[in-house]
């Protein structure tokens, strides 16, 4: 991680930094040091995609940043280590999941495809700013867990991982 170190540096020079376009922009009220260019753009390219937002709006370096202010918070309030990483990694997770809501049309059950039964009917999940996701309740479980796995398996694309608990 680098490009994470590189941006840091940079940030502690006073550089701000920023896309313009697909390119790397620069903001300094004093020049940087050499030091902080030279291996800003050594690691331009991965400085670049780590910038770059999703579709949820949310760049790698959002998500990085995010985890890391809630580790310090659980550690402010008297976590310890792996878990403090454990709590601003469930953290990350439900963030996630809000910022990537799933919608589907009533009528039809996201999770088997079927329709709703009178014996069985369907329930919208999600907040009404997010839309509802509709399912059977017995199809729900299931259907929230690939969600889970798939925000799991983002975020570690991105660096963060699910601190090991030894549990
Ligand atoms: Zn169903």
Same mark, same amino acid.
């Given at each position: 991680m680098?490009?994470?170190?590189?941006?840091?540096?940079?940030?502690?020079?006073?550089?701000?930094?920023?896309?313009?376009?697909?390119?790397?922009?620069?903001?300094?009220?004093?020049?940087?040091?050499?030091?902080?260019?030279?291996?800003?753009?050594?690691?331009?390219?991965?400085?670049?995609?780590? &910038?770059? /937002?999703?579709?949820?709006?949310?760049?790698?370096?959002? +998500? !990085?940043?995010?985890?890391?202010?809630? *580790?310090?918070? %659980?550690?402010?309030?008297?976590?310890?280590?792996?878990?403090?990483?454990?709590?601003?990694?469930?953290?990350?997770?439900v963030?996630?999941?809000?910022?990537?809501p799933?919608?589907?049309?009533?009528?039809?059950?996201?999770?088997?495809?079927?329709?709703?039964?009178?014996?069985?009917p &369907?329930? /919208?999940?999600?907040?009404?700013?997010?839309?509802?996701? +509709? !399912?059977?309740?017995?199809?729900?479980? *299931?259907?929230? %867990?690939?969600?889970?796995?798939?925000?799991?398996?983002?975020?570690?694309?991105?660096?963060?991982?699910?601190?090991?608990?030894?549990?």
């Open positions: 680098n490009a994470i170190l590189a941006i840091a540096e940079a940030r502690a020079a006073g550089v701000e930094l920023g896309l313009d376009g697909d390119a790397l922009a620069l903001e300094a009220s004093a020049p940087p040091p050499p030091a902080v260019i030279e291996s800003l753009s050594r690691h331009k390219a991965e400085i670049i995609a780590l &910038l770059s /937002p999703a579709d949820d709006g949310w760049s790698a370096l959002d +998500w !990085l940043t995010f985890f890391g202010e809630r *580790a310090r918070m %659980a550690a402010v309030h008297g976590l310890t280590g792996i878990e403090a990483e454990a709590r601003a990694f469930a953290c990350c997770v963030e996630w999941l809000n910022r990537n799933a919608r589907s049309p009533s009528g039809r059950c996201l999770g088997c495809g079927q329709a709703e039964h009178s014996h069985d &369907l329930l /919208p999940f999600g907040t009404d700013q997010t839309g509802h996701a +509709w !399912l059977h309740s017995r199809c729900w479980p *299931a259907w929230h %867990a690939t969600r889970k796995a798939d925000a799991i398996t983002t975020l570690a694309a991105m660096g963060i991982n699910q601190p090991r608990t030894h549990r």
